[in-house]
Each structure stands twice: as structure tokens, then as C-alpha cells.
């Protein structure tokens, strides 16, 4: 039977799965790689390290199957990261993430030079700190010497499909998230490019989700056990390859995926836009269709936080499942306990990058578990924030598939129920992005005839979480609160970023 490779250059680390010809997941690796903040709002990474994670990921789960039967490689990883390579293909310096927050200056030249709706029109999405575009106006502003040296400006997955066949290619649900695409044409617009006087020269050629790019150069497949001229398949960013991992793609149908950021993903057959640029629409990886996603900078990165924090002052071997624990024996609400999860800034609703964090309702009473749980109710919270946003655009949102952390911790999927007021699913391969790329790549081959025949034969629901009728009252009155929250404390969270 053939096997499909995805391959996800995520933020905390490079996956790779083996899937077989009816979806089964037969081999799995992650090789973590380290994130830098050299200065407040910065995030970075080098692309050296996603190159050596992805070789290690992919030699793991090679040496598990015949690797002659792999027939074709699905790419997928972290959007709006920004790849600046010279004329000779080397890094001119570290790639800036989706999270970095430092180019709020960049943001208003943007919208400046273009306008703010002009540019929602267009593009789908205001100007904001993480996307790709405002962070090659910030090298331009800031470094101008690295400026000068531009050749070629990559995502993350695209730098590594350089590396792996040679070729500057990417796909329209990545691209999207440059804030350089025409939703329409669902390829660069020529307005935006010479309103920003960026060269059409320096971006990847852009393709459809399950379109082949490139094949793998001989001398990298003989490093990684592979067979020389896989094709390699165009991919998607993390989450539009994600919801093809997860079914999502057709109208009624989200995604809730907790990972270091959080994300609520809806399809839609037509571009959607939100006038007031909350939530996102971008190109689908589903060839011809589009949809809109709102974003949580700080979702399981909170609760990565919070456990991080902890272990800091002696409990060195505390663990997610003792947070989750803790949190269960403690009641909805955290009794009167709310987070506000605005670790990194916030996108949805906000989108205010120096929004910041905050337990509010402490009392003496309240312990780890109190914290564990707001932590955990707050992110929800945000998620919801993007539901109700879908919901009044008219965006069915009745069947909710959880992912990440939060589809595999029993109290958070129920928590989710609760809070969205919808039932919540799991599926039989939660592996998201890897796992949609490769049925990506399956796509592209030819084993599948289109995505809609991929996910019929491989994506199966094997559990439903249905919500609690009590516990959703309990949660609207809790959640009426803490939207209020945000407006109360804006000014005292912008004065003291700025301090």
C-alpha cells in the first residue's frame, strides 16, 4: 500500500507522520527545537534549526516504515514567519515568527500607504504585528543593510521545500497569511506589492493546496533515506492543513485547535470578510475555497506558561496532566477566579498587540487548581470571542472538532462544550497539520481524487462531548463578565507596556 510523508515545521518543534493509503498513521517523530525573544515583543528562530528537526523527524519515521513506498511528501508549518535569504540561498538573519509584536509602526505605514478597508478588501485582513508583510517593512526600517541583501523571503514549510528539492514555491492558504495576496486571484496583488515596494521577484511562485511544486533533490533523499524525486506537494499553512486533518471543509463544520496559539477555523465556498478585521479569511487549502479563522496568540502557551512558572518555584516535576487534575477538582468559574490569556498581545477581538495577561478576582482562597482552571476557562473564553464573532456574520458554527491540548484533555473538551455551546468531537489521527498534509500529499499523487475524497475515507469522529445545559448558563453569565474585562483594563495594560 502507498504511504504520504507530512512533514509540519511548527513552533516548538518539526513532526513528521507516515500515513497509509486509508489514512492510518504508521510512524510519528518530533525533533523540539529552541524559540529566542532577544528583547521585548521580539519572537525568533533560526531556519537552520527547523532544517535540522525536519531531517531528524523524517529519518525517524523513514527507519520505521519501507521507504519505498513513500510516494509523496505534504508540507505544512507555522505561518506569517518571515525567511530573508541572500542571492546565494544563506540566512541574512534569524526568521521573524507569527508572534513577534515588534512591527506595530510598520503596521500603521501599511495602513497608511494602502487603508485599512482597501486593504481588508483586498487581502481579507488588516494590517497586524504577526503577518509577513509588515515584517519585511521592519527589516527595511530597521536593518538596512540586511534590507539590501534580499534575494528571496520565505515562510517557514517553503524555506525547508527549498531545502529539500531547490524550488521557491509555496500555496495559497500560507501566502494568505502574508498580507501580500489577492483573496480573489488567490496570488499576489499587484496594488499591494507596489503600495509597500516590495518585488514580486523576491516571493515563492504560489499553488494550490494539493498541487506537486517540486521533487526531492537526490543527494538530500540519500541523506534522509528517501527515494530521489518524490514529488512534493504545495501543503498548506499549519491551519488550513489542519482542518483537512480534521474534516473541515464544509459549511457548520470548525475546528477549536489548542496548541501554543489557539484557533477557531470555519470553511467557506465564498470569501467571507469581517468588516471591523477580527477575525482573518484566507485561501482554504482546498482548491477554490476560503475561510476565516480567529486566533488566540496565547492559548496552550498560557498553560505552557503557567506550569513553567510553577515549576520555577520548586515543583520541578509538575506536569500538565497534575495542572489538569488540579484544575478538575475545582468548579466551573474557578470560583470567581478569570484569566485573561493576553500573554503575547492578542489578535481576536482585540487586535492589540500590547494587550497583556492578567488573573482578576484573586482571593486567598484560590490555589494552583483555581489558577490552572482560569487559565483554561480564559482561553476558552477568547476561542468563544471568534465563535460569536462567526456567528454574527452568519457563519454556522453547530459541529466543533477539538484538537491540540485541548482535544485530547477529556475537561477541556468538555469545557469547550460547555462554553461554545456546541458539541465537541475528537478524532481518530490527531495530528492536525502533519496529518493534513500528508493527505494533502495523497491528493496530489493521485491516490485520492480530490481533498473531499480524502477526508471521506480517512477523518473519523471516535468520541462527542455534548454540552451540559447547567454548565452553559453557568459559563454565558461567567462569559458575559470577562468580555467586559478587556475594555475595563486596555489603558492600564498600554501604559504599562510601555513602561
Not at 178 to 206: N, Q
Not at 259 to 272: E, L, P, Q, Y
Not at 364 to 376: D, E, K, N
Amino acid at each position: 500500500m502507498p504511504l504520504f510523508l507530512g512533514l509540519d515545521i511548527g513552533t516548538s518543534g518539526a513532526k513528521a507522520i507516515v500515513c497509509d493509503g486509508d489514512g492510518q498513521i504508521v510512524a510519528m517523530a518530533l525533533a523540539e527545537y529552541p524559540i529566542s525573544s532577544p528583547q521585548p515583543l521580539w519572537s525568533e528562530q533560526h531556519p537552520s534549526d527547523w532544517w535540522q528537526g525536519a531531517q531528524a523527524a523524517i529519518r525517524e519515521v523513514v527507519s520505521a516504515v519501507d521507504a519505498t513506498q513513500i510516494m509523496g511528501i505534504g508540507l505544512t508549518g507555522q505561518m506569517h514567519g518571515s525567511v530573508f535569504l541572500d542571492a546565494n540561498n544563506q540566512v541574512i538573519r534569524p526568521a521573524l515568527l507569527w508572534n513577534d509584536q515588534r512591527t506595530a509602526a510598520e503596521c500603521a505605514e501599511i495602513n497608511q500607504r494602502i487603508g485599512t478597508q482597501r486593504l481588508i478588501e483586498i487581502a481579507g485582513n488588516p494590517a497586524l504585528t504577526g503577518f509577513q508583510a509588515p515584517k519585511i517593512l521592519w527589516v527595511r526600517n530597521h536593518e538596512s543593510a540586511n534590507f539590501a541583501r534580499i534575494a528571496h523571503i520565505m515562510l517557514p514549510k517553503d524555506y525547508i521545500r527549498l531545502l529539500l528539492s531547490g524550488v521557491y514555491a509555496t500555496d495559497a492558504a500560507d501566502a494568505a497569511g502574508t498580507l501580500l495576496i489577492d483573496l480573489t486571484s488567490r496570488d499576489y496583488s499587484d496594488e499591494i506589492l507596489a503600495a509597500l515596494e516590495i518585488k514580486r521577484e523576491w516571493l515563492p511562485t504560489v499553488y494550490e493546496g494539493p498541487s506537486i511544486t517540486s521533487h526531492l533533490k537526490a543527494d538530500v533523499a540519500a541523506t534522509l533515506g528517501l527515494t530521489a524525486g518524490i514529488p512534493i506537494i504545495a501543503g498548506g499553512g499549519d491551519n488550513a492543513a489542519a482542518a483537512i486533518g480534521t474534516g473541515i471543509i464544509k459549511s457548520g463544520v470548525v475546528n477549536s485547535s489548542i496548541g501554543t496559539s489557539g484557533v477557531v477555523f470555519a470553511h467557506s465556498d465564498n470569501i467571507a470578510l469581517d468588516p471591523k478585521g477580527r477575525l482573518h479569511t484566507f485561501c482554504h487549502s482546498v482548491p477554490g475555497a476560503w475561510h476565516m479563522m480567529a486566533v488566540t496568540l496565547s492559548a496552550g502557551g498560557a498553560f505552557g506558561w503557567l506550569r513553567n512558572t510553577l515549576r520555577q518555584t520548586g515543583a520541578s516535576d509538575l506536569s500538565y496532566d497534575d495542572l489538569t487534575a488540579a484544575a478538575a477538582n475545582v468548579p466551573a468559574g474557578a470560583e470567581g477566579l478569570i484569566f485573561l490569556p493576553y500573554l503575547s498581545g492578542e489578535r481576536t477581538p482585540h487586535l492589540d498587540p500590547l494587550a497583556r495577561g492578567a488573573f482578576v478576582g484573586l482571593t486567598t482562597r484560590h490555589g494552583i487548581g483555581h489558577m490552572a482552571r482560569a487559565v483554561m476557562e480564559g482561553v476558552t473564553f477568547s476561542l468563544r470571542d471568534g465563535i460569536e464573532i462567526m456567528r454574527e456574520l452568519g457563519v454556522p458554527t453547530t459541529d466543533v472538532r477539538a484538537t491540540g491540548g485541548g482535544g485530547k484533555s477529556p475537561l477541556w473538551r468538555q469545557m469547550q462544550a460547555n462554553i461554545y455551546n456546541a458539541p465537541v468531537s475528537t478524532l481518530a489521527a490527531e495530528e492536525g497539520p502533519a496529518y493534513g498534509a500528508a493527505l494533502l500529499a495523497g491528493v496530489g499523487t493521485g491516490h485520492f481524487a480530490d481533498v473531499n475524497d480524502a477526508v471521506s475515507r480517512c477523518v473519523r469522529v471516535v468520541a462527542t462531548t455534548q454540552p451540559d445545559p447547567a454548565m452553559v448558563a453557568k459559563y454565558d453569565q461567567i462569559y458575559a463578565i470577562y468580555r467586559t474585562m478587556y475594555s475595563h483594563l486596555s489603558a492600564d495594560m498600554h501604559a504599562l507596556a510601555t513602561l
